[in-house]
């Protein structure tokens, strides 16, 4: 089946550590999206990559990291300096340039910091 | 980008129409209208997009005014597993794909 998978569902981590949440799609598609989703609030874009080994920041990078080493890969890393990690995480991916493409979404991953 | 404005909540009945309005004043002439839904605890999900002419679905239709200024998501019998958090977000072709989430409307469908 085709899809986007998330991985952990829930994760915990102390609090100066950081931690790396994996998202992997087999749509082949171009463009990978992550979000954070806070309680009762919509989804905001973290950062983004239209193409393999090119991306960009979205409207809340810092704190975070990403690589785009290969097509179907698009790890998070929320660093130490991330004041406020507890959140929602979703990863997205679609065509990406034509605007007009749905997005699919993963399940997400809820990552708690102690 | 261009902002989007609907109702914080909505209340259905099973089994009958849902309309969902959305306000989008300052769409501009190559921004499409898109909406997702989310369930408690999952991603969203894609649900229909538009530019100028109304379109059908499977899942909804989209009806969107004259002027663009406006538009409505149209649930046509809507069921208990329609309840979810619905957004309507504009989205350009010069953004490359990136889509700005409101805060929704969340719909609550009596039995």
């Known amino acids: 089946d085709g899809g986007i998978t998330q991985s952990p569902k829930y994760l915990f981590r102390k609090e100066g550590q950081n931690v790396t949440l994996s998202c992997e799609q087999n749509?082949?598609?171009?463009?990978m999206y992550w979000y954070r989703q806070d309680p009762g609030q919509g989804l905001r874009l973290i950062y983004y990559?239209?193409?393999?080994?090119?991306?960009q920041k979205g409207d809340i990078a810092e704190g975070y990291s990403v690589s785009r080493e290969k097509k179907e890969s698009f790890p998070l890393t929320v660093t130490s300096a991330q004041k406020n990690p507890t959140a929602f995480y979703l990863c997205?991916?679609?065509?990406?340039?034509?605007?007009?493409?749905?997005?699919?979404f993963g399940p997400g991953t809820r990552l708690t910091v102690l | 980008d261009a902002k989007t404005t609907q109702p914080n909540s909505m209340e259905s009945n099973e089994e009958e129409p849902v309309h969902l309005p959305c306000n989008h004043s300052?769409?501009?002439?190559?921004?499409?209208i898109h909406w997702y839904r989310q369930l408690p605890s999952q991603g969203p999900e894609y649900v229909i997009h538009?530019?100028?002419s109304n379109v059908n679905n499977r899942m909804a239709s989209l009806a969107i005014a004259e002027d663009r200024k406006s538009s409505t998501l149209i649930l046509h019998r809507a069921t208990l597993r329609d309840a979810a958090v619905y957004y309507c977000?504009?989205?350009?072709?010069?953004?490359?794909?990136?889509?700005?989430f409101g805060q929704g409307t969340t719909l609550q469908v009596k039995p």
């Open positions: 977000i504009l989205s350009n072709p010069g953004n490359t794909g990136k889509l700005i």
């Open positions: 749509l082949n598609h171009d463009a």
């Open positions: 300052t769409i501009s002439g190559t921004d499409y």
């Open positions: 990559s239209q193409i393999v080994n090119d991306f």
């Open positions: 538009g530019l100028t």
């Open positions: 997205a991916s679609g065509k990406g340039r034509r605007s007009y493409n749905e997005q699919f």
